[in-house]
């Protein structure tokens, strides 16, 4: 995908953010994506490829918002990025002699490449309301008095255990700074080092979110969550 990249527009600058999102896992794309595209500067192309439907029918497309753009398969991967925002959106025709199962090379990568060449969002191909996209379900957490559901939308590289709560849903839930997750006391604090090495903890992490974390350790593997699983906060 970097040599189609740079075949197409030389002299791009290429950012990579990560190919760690579990396979095949649109909804942890979707979570990830709205993390990262905020931080990048207004024009960035952001290319997306998370397809485990490469080859059916499923369309490919080219998203104008927030300004920036954003290119990648139709299947709720830009669930996020098209909420509270004004887009333009182009669906893109596969050249031919594109593989059926790298259109990562074949159609985004070639795509993306000429929206940062400057090349018109118009230009690529015929343009479609956003009703007519693929979202995905992305559920709040479930709150209730002195418990919170919730879900967990993904692990870094660290084990940090990401979940989909917010500080006012604790508040909601009436729940303090001691939590307790699968029978485990945890407690709220302000940064890793106010842990001690090894102890679970739960902190506020840089999107605003909870998140479940070891001072250098693991708190997925501690606690054997994976992305998509759901826990109960108490």
Do not use: C
Request: a negative charge; aromatic letters at 4%; hydrophobic letters at 45%.
């Amino acid at each position: 995908m970097k040599g189609a990249l740079l075949s197409a527009a030389p002299g791009l600058t290429l950012v990579d953010v990560t190919h760690a999102v579990p396979p095949g896992d649109v909804r942890a794309g979707a979570y990830l994506l709205a993390r990262a595209w905020p931080r990048f500067p207004s024009g960035t192309v952001h290319l997306a490829v998370v397809d485990p439907g490469v080859g059916t029918g499923r369309a490919a497309l080219a998203v104008a918002a927030h300004g920036h753009y954003f290119v990648g398969p139709d299947n709720g991967l830009f669930t996020l990025v098209l909420r509270d925002a004004e887009v333009q959106i182009v669906v893109l025709p596969t050249p031919d002699g594109a593989s059926p199962t790298f259109h990562g090379r074949d159609v985004f990568a070639p795509a993306a490449a000429h929206l940062a060449a400057g090349v018109p969002l118009d230009a690529l191909g015929p343009t479609i309301p956003v009703e007519e996209l693929h979202v995905v379900e992305l559920p709040s957490p479930m709150v209730a008095a002195g418990a919170v559901g919730a879900r967990v939308t993904g692990i870094d590289g660290f084990g940090n255990v990401q979940l989909n709560v917010r500080p006012h849903d604790l508040e909601a839930a009436g729940i303090g700074p001691i939590l307790t997750v699968r029978g485990r006391v945890v407690s709220r604090v302000g940064i890793f080092a106010d842990l001690p090495e090894g102890t679970l903890g739960a902190i506020i992490d840089s999107q605003g979110q909870l998140a479940l974390v070891v001072n250098r350790g693991s708190a997925a593997e501690t606690l054997g969550l994976s992305t998509g699983k759901t826990v109960v906060l108490e």
